[in-house]
């Protein structure tokens, strides 16, 4: 299922050159849910977020082989895939670049050291944890440029969990 189809309104669109598969998974251990602090300065500017984990899907992957390997060398979670959530469409005029990001709810199993790439070893302050309400209000907070992009982009995954959490509970 499609959750949002998303436009970058804060950078000029040159045209897009490149369409990228992705895959993100939000971890759950008990009713706390994980995400990654980033805090840098590059060409997007001051950037200073949470984001949901996860990555590239690599030629002969399929999305959930993608989603395990990207949690072990992003945040060192091995997981259990619980359910997909949807995807989302959005697009980064600065990369000129279109993405399809697949979430999925995970629930950790263990733990282990990441394999950090040089850059993320630079842009990643470390990985927090909160409960969904928790997540909905940081998200919420007003920022701008691609802070604001990304935050929008994991609040509409936040909200489609708390509504699926609150149709089943109706349903029980």
Not at 46 to 57: F, M, V
Not at 67 to 91: M, S
Request: glycine share 8%; aromatic share 10%; with cysteine.
């Amino acid at each position: 299922m499609i959750l949002s189809e998303m436009y970058d309104t804060y950078y000029e669109n040159t045209g897009f050159t490149t369409i990228r598969s992705s895959v993100r998974g939000l971890v759950r251990k008990d009713n706390l849910y994980a995400m990654i602090h980033i805090k840098c300065n590059d060409g997007f500017g001051e950037r200073d977020h949470y984001e949901i984990s996860g990555g590239g899907i690599e030629k002969g992957e399929d999305e959930k082989t993608a989603l395990k390997r990207e949690l072990l060398e992003e945040v060192g979670f091995g997981v259990k895939i619980e359910k997909k959530i949807g995807t989302i469409i959005d697009r980064w005029n600065l990369l000129e670049r279109i993405n399809v990001h697949h979430f999925y709810v995970c629930e950790l199993i263990f733990e282990e050291e990441p394999q950090l790439t040089d850059y993320e070893k630079e842009v990643i302050v470390g990985v927090e944890w909160h409960t969904l309400d928790e997540w909905a209000e940081i998200l919420s907070k007003e920022t701008t440029g691609i802070n604001a992009m990304i935050h929008q982009r994991e609040l509409i995954v936040i909200n489609e969990i708390k509504k699926k959490r609150k149709l089943i509970r109706f349903f029980i």
